[in-house]
């Protein structure tokens, strides 16, 4: 009998630190290009949902929604967005 194919699931709830506000414009503009690049990058080939939640929770201000079939390919997603500004 064949394994069943799994899919692993993971919610990252996610708040930018005040003084990421406090930087330069263009520095700003650099770190959102290299997320949002990690997140097209993930999305290509598993699922990846983004909702805010700004005005809805005061611990957090954005969801990540991920599925994979591995835990390594969410671990790698969650280490390029944790280098990413």
């Known amino acids: 009998m064949p394994t069943p194919e799994r899919h692993?699931?993971?919610y990252t709830f996610l708040k930018l630190d005040p003084a990421w506000r406090?930087?330069?414009q263009l520095e700003r503009a650099e770190h959102k290009r290299e997320f949002?690049?990690?997140c097209e990058d993930f999305a290509e080939d598993h699922l990846l949902r983004c909702f805010s939640l700004v005005g809805t929770r005061g611990d957090c201000e954005l969801l990540l929604l991920c599925q994979a079939q591995s835990l390594e390919r969410i671990h790698e997603f969650?280490?390029?967005l944790a280098?990413?500004?």
Do not use: I, S, Y
């Open 8 to 10: 692993f699931v993971k």
């Open 22 to 24: 406090r930087l330069d």
């Open 36 to 38: 949002t690049a990690a």
């Open 78 to 80: 969650h280490v390029v």
């Open 83 to 85: 280098r990413a500004g």
